[in-house]
């Protein structure tokens, strides 16, 4: 019988060397073949499956870390719209309709309020909102923009107002300036038009100082 010439056998060696590497042992009718992802967990670090499963590693990591980002970053809904930007014409919409809301509910309070100071500051968010609503509506005016209008005024009221109406009225007031400030200080920051975002700085302070008021007569 002839050998084969060493140059065909280290051919056929190299070829057949990757097949007799990366074969697995075989596994009977009764063996189930193992489960990679539970043997990688039991591994003590540093450790890998087999020489052929090595770079599996890394890559199933990889892929839990980026699973668990997805799941941090993943967006919450159902927020506020207080303190997020919005469009010019929906500011324009929302502070007009607050300060409608404002000035109506703070003129009818001033026959009503039994303390001096809380009088005091009612008369100063009429005057306060009244003229910022002007100034609204001119700028909005001027670039096309719809405004809502003036709602009717109501009838004073009439009878004797509640023991807690003071306390009432200042808490009432408390959460809608804290919810003009938030939307007055998104508007300042990112609003997109230049001179709405004017608008919206040089009013902020106004209502900061009455929310600051309010609070402090807050019983």
């Known amino acids: 019988m002839k050998r084969a010439p060493l140059h065909l056998l280290a051919v056929f060696g190299i070829v057949a060397a990757p097949a007799w590497a990366v074969s697995l042992p075989a596994a009977g009718p009764a063996q189930a073949l193992p489960d990679k992802t539970l043997a990688a967990e039991s591994l003590a670090p540093g450790e890998s499956l087999a020489a052929g499963s090595a770079s599996l590693?890394?890559?199933m990591a990889a892929d839990m870390?980026?699973?668990q980002t997805q799941a941090v970053d993943?967006?919450?809904?159902?927020?506020?719209?207080a303190g997020k930007p919005i469009d010019d014409i929906t500011f324009v919409r929302k502070a007009t309709e607050s300060s409608y809301k404002e000035v109506s509910s703070a003129r009818e309070a001033i026959p009503q309020l039994q303390q001096p100071e809380l009088k005091r500051?009612?008369?100063m968010l009429v005057n306060d909102h009244s003229g910022a609503n002007a100034r609204l509506s001119k700028l909005a005016q001027g670039k096309h923009w719809p405004v809502p209008a003036q709602p009717a005024q109501s009838p004073p009221p009439s009878g004797t107002a509640s023991s807690d109406f003071d306390a009432n009225w200042t808490a009432e007031m408390i959460a809608g300036h804290e919810h003009s400030v938030a939307l007055y200080r998104a508007q300042a920051q990112a609003g997109e038009d230049q001179d709405l975002r004017k608008y919206a700085r040089e009013t902020l302070p106004t209502i900061e100082r009455h929310l600051a008021?309010?609070?402090?007569l807050q019983k």
């Open 57 to 59: 590693v890394p890559l």
């Open 65 to 67: 870390q980026a699973n």
């Open 74 to 81: 993943a967006p919450a809904t159902g927020g506020s719209e």
């Open 121 to 123: 500051i009612a008369e």
């Open 213 to 216: 008021e309010l609070k402090r």
